[in-house]
Each structure stands twice: as C-alpha cells, then as structure tokens.
C-alpha cells in the first residue's frame, strides 16, 4: 500500500557531505513520522534522526551537530543531510515511517530498502 524509495547514498570521503532522500508514496492519508536508521555490518539497525509531524527532530548523540533532517510534507519527502562524515559512518541507511493509510484509516510502519553509505579514511 505504500512504498518508500530512498536515494543518495554513495561513497564519500571523511569530512565530506552527502544528502540522503525518501519519498513516500501509495495509498497515504497521513504520515505521522519519518525518519532514518542505518545498520553497519554485523551490528543492530539504530535510530539516526526522526521528524515528528509539527516538526519535532531527535537526533542520536553520534550525529547531531553535523547530520540535519528536514521534511517536506507536501512531497512526502524526508532528507538527511550528512556533513563532516566519518567513517563510522559507514553502513546502510533506511528510512522508517509510521504512515496512516488511507484504506481503513489504519497506521502501519515502514521501511525503505536501504541505500549503501561508505566513507573512506
């Protein structure tokens, strides 16, 4: 009923940018958060950064100061900007949602297929 597609990721080198999108899109009445989790190889997937509806950020400790997210609500986009990269950094990202739809009017949870973010020493 409703697909996210990520975009932007890449190989980067430390210190570089890089600017990560998500678009939802299907059967959407609402969409309460988004947000996006990364996954390094043999870890768990953790939170990054959430927008809430209203505008509300949480970062996790290990970004804030250089990652931003922001949220265009009427393209249902959410954007991870990624600055001084480093490599630990390094893993895939995906984007999360909690999208009320429009069949029912029930909310459901999300993910994206992930988007591979490398950066190099």
């Known amino acids: 009923q409703v697909q996210l597609v990520e975009s932007g990721g890449g190989l980067v080198q430390a210190g570089g940018s890089l600017r990560l999108s998500c678009a939802a899109s299907?059967?959407?009445?609402?969409?309460?958060?988004m947000g996006w989790y990364r996954q390094a190889p043999g870890k768990q997937r953790d939170l990054v950064a959430n927008?809430?509806?209203?505008?509300?950020?949480n970062y996790a400790d290990s970004v804030k100061g250089r990652f931003t997210i922001s949220r265009d609500n009427a393209k249902n986009t959410v954007y991870l900007h990624m600055n001084s990269l480093r490599p630990e950094d390094t893993a895939v990202y995906f984007c999360?949602?909690?999208?009320?739809?429009?069949?029912?009017?029930?909310?459901?949870?999300?993910w994206g297929q992930g988007t591979q973010v490398t950066v190099s020493s």
């Open positions: 999360n949602a909690d999208v009320e739809v429009r069949v029912g009017y029930r909310a459901y949870n999300y």
């Open positions: 927008i809430i509806r209203g505008g509300i950020t």
């Open positions: 299907g059967s959407i009445f609402s969409i309460e958060s």
